[in-house]
C-alpha cells in the first residue's frame, strides 16, 4: 500500500507558474511509474506525466515544453513543475503510483487557471 497526498494547486493568471508536489507514505524508488494526471469537469481522468525508476519522463503533448516531472527519491516525493499555465490547463491533478502491486492514486489538487 501506497499513500499520495498532493499539494500546490491554487488559483493562477495565464501564463503563470505552479509546482504540484506529491509525498508517498513509503520509498518511492521501487516503484515502476510516478505521475500526474488531471480531470477538468466534464472531461475524462488524462495523464499530464509520468517518471520512471529510471528517471525516464513521458508528457501528452499538451504540456511538452511547458511542464517538468521531476522525483526526489530521498524525500518519497515527485514534483510537477508548470509554466506557462493556460485557462485550458484548470483542473483536479491527481498524483499516480504504480507498482507491482497496484495503481495508487492521491485525492487531488484543484488548480485554477484564471485572471
Known amino acids: 500500500q501506497v499513500q499520495l497526498v498532493e499539494s500546490g494547486g491554487g488559483l493562477v493568471q495565464p501564463g503563470g507558474s505552479l509546482r504540484l508536489s506529491c509525498v508517498a507514505s513509503r520509498s518511492i524508488f521501487n516503484l515502476n511509474f510516478m505521475g500526474w494526471y488531471r480531470q477538468a469537469p466534464g472531461k475524462q481522468r488524462e495523464l499530464v506525466a509520468h517518471i520512471a525508476t529510471s528517471g525516464a519522463t513521458n508528457y501528452a503533448d499538451y504540456v511538452k515544453g511547458r511542464f517538468t516531472i521531476s522525483r526526489d527519491n530521498a524525500k518519497n516525493t515527485v514534483y510537477l513543475q508548470m509554466n506557462s499555465l493556460k485557462r485550458e490547463d484548470t483542473a483536479v491533478y491527481y498524483c499516480?503510483?504504480?507498482?507491482?502491486?497496484?495503481?495508487?492514486w492521491g485525492q487531488g489538487t484543484q488548480v485554477t487557471v484564471s485572471s
Open positions: 499516480n503510483a504504480l507498482s507491482d502491486g497496484g495503481v495508487y
